[in-house]
């Protein structure tokens, strides 16, 4: 059974910064794993994806603040989240899929991903 638990959320204040741990419990087999985040009432959105050869892509609301990396002997994703703001704050999720898309990967949809972790909160105070 795939495990995917997050870390590292908190309350800061804008500006501030954060780094999102996911600790998966394998890590072969994956063709891509991603961020996303989600706000009640709202849909889950796409932050950002990384795949097996360490290509990334991100949200249009977090291109230059956020970066993915991965740790792959460690077994871990993390999101490094810079110059956070108050509309940043959501429930934010790993995720992970074991199958390919293409080049469709790049627009971080819900759909593409067959795993995930039960979240981690980041709040943002102005």
């Known amino acids: 059974q795939v495990q995917l638990v997050e870390s590292g959320g908190g309350s800061v204040q804008a500006g501030g910064s954060l780094r999102l741990s996911c600790a998966a419990s394998?890590?072969?087999?994956?063709?891509?794993m991603a961020w996303f985040r989600q706000v009640p009432g709202k849909e889950r959105e796409g932050v950002a994806a990384?795949?097996?050869?360490?290509?990334?892509s991100y949200g249009d609301s977090v291109k230059g603040r956020f970066t993915i990396s991965r740790d792959t002997a460690k077994s871990t994703l993390f999101l490094q989240m810079n110059t956070l703001k108050p509309e940043d704050t959501a429930m934010y999720y790993c995720?992970?899929?074991?199958?390919?898309?293409?080049?469709?990967?790049?627009?971080?949809?819900?759909?593409?991903?067959?795993?995930w972790g039960q979240g981690t909160q980041v709040t943002i105070s102005s």
């Open positions: 394998r890590y072969d087999g994956y063709y891509r």
């Open positions: 995720a992970a899929a074991n199958y390919a898309v293409g080049s469709a990967w790049r627009a971080i949809y819900e759909k593409d991903y067959n795993f």
């Open positions: 990384i795949v097996d050869d360490d290509s990334t």
